[in-house]
């Protein structure tokens, strides 16, 4: 009962500072596109893209063995970690230097080679920024997490549109990572006052981080791959203002993902990994709470979807008009994405991240194979409908892994998945009905 509720009040804390978060970013997203051009939104998609890439890639599990580590609340293992950050952040940093100028080259955008290292500053802020909002993670101190939490995306959204209103250029959007990122910088160290950091190598503890971020450092990399090649290649194939539109786009169809992403990282992963219950207790504790999450999910992807042409006219000018048909493929995505991130969680929970890397790599591989196909079969649509079906493939590692652990949910999931497809076909149903036609009449096919 203990059990049910901490996931009870941690979920609440959760969901309710995770709403307003994404209220706050909504609003300033259409503030935004009131000030500035679409283009602006695509070179930042490309921007976005190679910093959450050089993140990635070079992730060796840092927060990730905070949170598992049963000596990470000793100073000497959090300041190796917080030490160890800081070196891989200055070093990316300097990446971003190198690579701008070949980067503006590749992508015809010559903004990049300026935005891209004053972008990068922001790494260097990430790693001066106190590993407390982990360490509180680890001791489950929601609700003074979720505060800061929400109390920095305010401080960053306000500094964006401050900077747009001053400067309507690609400088506001650049500009306000940074503020944001010191912002969040300098108020880390009041989240958890008893935490102090100071240059620091322990070999013991670094050996420990490195051993356990071996399988993180590889999937990270994957993960990479998977989840941002499409804008890479989209990048690319699309005008930047339809790549712009299409960053706005992803912007709508994730917050639900993120959501269920944030109660997954904040609640589930340490609750399994800490958990001392056999996997078939800890899966009946867990199988009713996933199911109502689950079906929450499809009622609320289903519904967005079904009225997406309508959300995006109200939202939006006629600029970003092309968002209307790219949202509803986006949901879908972004179900078959939940559902891994959520199985992902549990499996990186039972320490076996194997499967995630691996369940990336087909995600990857499909994506390069589908994008160039669907892009030349059925243009644009094509393309995106490729990165629903890979996050489809996905799954079927993981499912393998939970399988293998004893741990599955995949009728639950089947289930779940059914639910969402039939609720998307009853409102479609439902508007045609009432003289709207269907949504899905504005995807196009070339």
Request: aromatic share 10%.
């Amino acid at each position: 009962m203990d059990f049910i509720k901490l996931i009870v009040r941690a979920g609440s804390w959760t969901i309710a500072a995770f709403g307003m978060r994404q209220a706050l970013r909504l609003g300033t997203n259409i503030v935004l596109t009131r000030l500035l051009a679409p283009e602006l939104f695509g070179i930042m998609v490309v921007v976005n893209t190679f910093r959450t890439g050089v993140t990635l890639i070079s992730d060796v599990g840092i927060g990730q063995s905070l949170v598992v580590n049963k000596n990470a609340d000793t100073p000497e293992f959090y300041d190796t970690a917080w030490t160890i950050n800081l070196i891989r952040c200055v070093l990316l940093w300097l990446v971003c230097v190198a690579i701008a100028q070949p980067l503006a080259s590749y992508y015809r955008i010559d903004a990049l080679s300026l935005i891209f290292p004053i972008g990068g500053l922001t790494f260097v802020l990430v790693g001066l920024t106190s590993l407390a909002p982990t360490l509180a993670q680890r001791r489950m101190l929601y609700k003074r997490l979720n505060v800061f939490n929400l109390v920095m995306d305010l401080v960053g959204y306000a500094g964006t549109i401050l900077l747009a209103l001053l400067s309507p250029t690609i400088w506001a959007l650049a500009l306000g990572l940074v503020l944001a990122s010191g912002t969040r910088m300098i108020a880390s160290y009041w989240l958890l006052p008893s935490v102090r950091h100071h240059l620091r190598l322990s070999i013991r503890y670094l050996r420990q981080i490195i051993s356990f971020g071996k399988w993180i450092f590889f999937s990270s990399i994957v993960s990479f791959l998977a989840m941002n090649f499409d804008r890479l290649y989209l990048a690319k194939a699309f005008p930047l203002s339809l790549l712009g539109v299409y960053g706005v786009s992803r912007s709508l169809a994730e917050p639900v993902g993120q959501l269920v992403g944030q109660l997954i990282h904040v609640i589930v992963f340490p609750l399994v990994a800490s958990s001392r219950a056999s996997p078939s207790s800890l899966r009946s504790t867990l199988a009713p709470i996933r199911l109502m999450l689950l079906l929450a999910v499809a009622a609320g992807l289903s519904l967005i979807a079904a009225g997406a042409d309508i959300i995006v006219g109200v939202l939006f000018d006629s600029r970003y008009n092309d968002a209307a048909w790219m949202l509803p493929i986006l949901l879908v995505a972004a179900w078959f994405a939940i559902l891994c991130d959520l199985n992902d969680a549990t499996l990186m929970g039972l320490g076996r991240p194997s499967y995630g890397a691996v369940a990336n790599c087909l995600k990857f591989g499909s994506l390069l194979i589908g994008l160039p196909l669907g892009f030349a079969a059925y243009g644009p649509a094509g393309a995106i409908a490729a990165v629903a079906a890979g996050d489809a493939i996905r799954y079927i590692p993981i499912l393998v892994g939970q399988l293998r652990a004893g741990f599955t949910f995949g009728t639950q999931d089947l289930a779940a998945t059914i639910a969402f497809f039939g609720l998307v076909a009853f409102w479609e149903w439902l508007r045609w009905l009432l003289g709207y036609g269907l949504s899905v009449g504005a995807i196009p096919t070339t």
